[in-house]
């Protein structure tokens, strides 16, 4: 049980353009997602909690208008990075957990890796 | 002070052996904590979870909090090759739901 996919694995793309990320909680409901990055050696660096129904909340110093979030479903949350450029390039990793107790831990998705030419 | 402190390594331990690795947390209100592995290249996928002091078993990992302190740790016995990767430990605030990371310590287990 609690499955969470990430689509796409990994994406190369122009710079200037914008790409969206999909995430998706398989078999269970989440409310909450969490999109991570991670730069090479580095640790997961939260970007934004997304909320089903309302905006998300970004972490200080995270772009609103460049990384855009949608949390439409109680099952799906999508990242567009608007305008990418080459210093996007990194590892995107959301996250969901199953259940709202504060012993719950965090599934995350296989992560997409962003390349930005 | 970072929020969650662990050594990013590397520790090299020999197969067979006990690998012993630390973590710190400033937040005294901190309730839920947590050991994820991270493989290069992969996401994490969580290791172990404790609550309350004392230790917890599970396998060959044992994971031990002390509040007090404010030290988690994790210790994997009988250390394989396959052992070898990131150990991130990740520490839940009182009232907020976001996880907190620590930077990871990396792990090698040498034949």
């Known amino acids: 049980g609690a499955v969470v996919s990430q689509h796409p694995s990994w994406v190369i793309c122009k710079s200037g353009t914008s790409v969206k990320i999909e995430c998706r909680s398989l078999?269970?409901?989440?409310?909450?997602m969490f999109w991570y990055r991670q730069f090479p050696k580095q640790s997961l660096m939260l970007m934004a909690t997304?909320?089903?129904?309302?905006?998300?909340?970004?972490e200080q110093g995270v772009e609103k208008d460049k990384f855009l979030i949608n949390h439409a479903s109680l099952t799906l949350s999508t990242l567009t990075v608007t305008s990418a450029h080459p210093e996007d390039s990194s590892f995107y990793i959301c996250s969901a957990r199953d259940s709202e107790g504060l012993s719950s831990p965090l599934h995350f998705g296989n992560g997409t890796r962003l390349t930005v030419t | 002070q970072k929020e969650v402190e662990q050594n990013s390594g590397p520790l090299s331990v020999p197969e067979g052996a006990i690998a012993s690795l630390n973590c710190t947390y400033s937040?005294?209100?901190?309730?839920?904590f947590f050991w994820y592995r991270q493989y290069s290249g992969k996401s994490p996928e969580l290791i172990m979870s404790i609550y309350s002091n004392g230790d917890k078993e599970d396998g060959r990992f044992t994971a031990q909090l002390n509040k007090a302190s404010q030290y988690v740790s994790l210790l994997i016995r009988d250390s394989q090759p396959s052992d070898s990767a990131t150990y991130l430990c990740a520490v839940k605030g009182g009232t907020a739901s976001k996880l907190t990371f620590g930077t990871g310590t990396r792990l090698q287990v040498t034949l």
């Open positions: 997304s909320n089903e129904g309302s905006k998300a909340t970004y």
């Open positions: 937040d005294r209100v901190s309730q839920s």
């Open positions: 078999d269970f409901q989440a409310t909450t």
